[in-house]
């Protein structure tokens, strides 16, 4: 897989038809070659601190027991649960269920700079 440590975010793409997230970056100032991260078959997302020149310090694939235990304020609140996000459950344990049965995984982006946040998606592809 080609390396992302220190690619710097030119723009981003969520395609909400095709259940997709895609990252458009560049390595080091003068790197005109553009390298894309594409997340597939996503299901939920939370980008933070989404600045200009934003740096990507690493993209980490983690449990999905970790998001519920990440997010589980955010997973709790009545607002989110009301608008079935990211899909209807009445307990945590149905969300994990779910999440472990369908195969999604959970990518943290960690930023040296900027765009952090997380996804639940099947899969995600680097290439140029």
Do not use: C
């Not at 449990?63 to 649960?81: A, I, M, P, R, T």
């Amino acid at each position: 897989m080609l390396s992302i440590h220190d690619n710097k975010i030119i723009s981003y793409e969520v395609d909400f038809q095709k259940s997709r997230i895609t990252l458009h970056t560049i390595a080091g100032r003068r790197d005109s070659n553009i390298t894309k991260i594409e997340f597939n078959e996503v299901l939920a997302h939370v980008f933070e601190t989404q600045l200009r020149g934003s740096i990507i310090l690493d993209i980490n694939t983690l449990d999905v027991s970790l998001f519920l235990e990440h997010n589980k304020e955010l997973l709790e609140k009545e607002k989110e649960k009301d608008y079935a996000w990211p899909i209807y459950y009445e307990k945590l344990e149905d969300l994990l269920e779910h999440l472990q049965h369908e195969k999604y995984n959970y990518y943290v982006i960690s930023a040296s700079y900027g765009l952090n946040g997380w996804v639940i998606a099947k899969e995600y592809k680097v290439y140029s």
